[in-house]
């Protein structure tokens, strides 16, 4: 099995995924990932935590946030391109993490 540069390099995997972070301000709060294997363990796999500002709630922004951030980090970052690693997204409010105060989202 070839290891995926997102394992071996994780400081310059990190680097990237805090410029991409930056851009995505103030919509975007934070992101953080988790790199392993897809949910079968078939592919070297990344998966976003994606921490939105509250003042994206509405339906409408909400959509489009969550596609443009998306878009923004896998133009950015190039996780499959680059990385070896295919992207998942999970998406949470501000305000929703507060209240679960959730480690892996901090």
Same mark, same amino acid.
């Given at each position: 099995m070839i290891v995926p540069r997102a394992w071996i390099q994780q400081r310059d995997f990190?680097?990237?995924?805090?410029?991409?972070?930056?851009s995505l301000a103030p919509d975007v709060v934070r992101? *953080?990932?988790?790199?392993g294997e897809d949910w079968d363990?078939?592919?070297?796999a990344v998966y976003f935590r994606v921490l939105l500002a509250d003042k994206t709630a509405s339906r409408e922004r909400l959509l489009d946030t969550a596609t443009h951030a998306a878009d923004t980090i896998r133009d950015g970052i190039e996780p499959f391109e680059m990385w070896g690693v295919w992207p998942y997204f999970d998406y949470r409010l501000a305000s929703e993490?507060? *209240?679960?105060?959730d480690p892996a989202w901090d």
């Amino acid at each position: 099995m070839i290891v995926p540069r997102a394992w071996i390099q994780q400081r310059d995997f990190d680097a990237a995924v805090a410029a991409v972070e930056k851009s995505l301000a103030p919509d975007v709060v934070r992101v *953080r990932y988790t790199v392993g294997e897809d949910w079968d363990g078939s592919k070297p796999a990344v998966y976003f935590r994606v921490l939105l500002a509250d003042k994206t709630a509405s339906r409408e922004r909400l959509l489009d946030t969550a596609t443009h951030a998306a878009d923004t980090i896998r133009d950015g970052i190039e996780p499959f391109e680059m990385w070896g690693v295919w992207p998942y997204f999970d998406y949470r409010l501000a305000s929703e993490q507060a *209240r679960l105060r959730d480690p892996a989202w901090d």
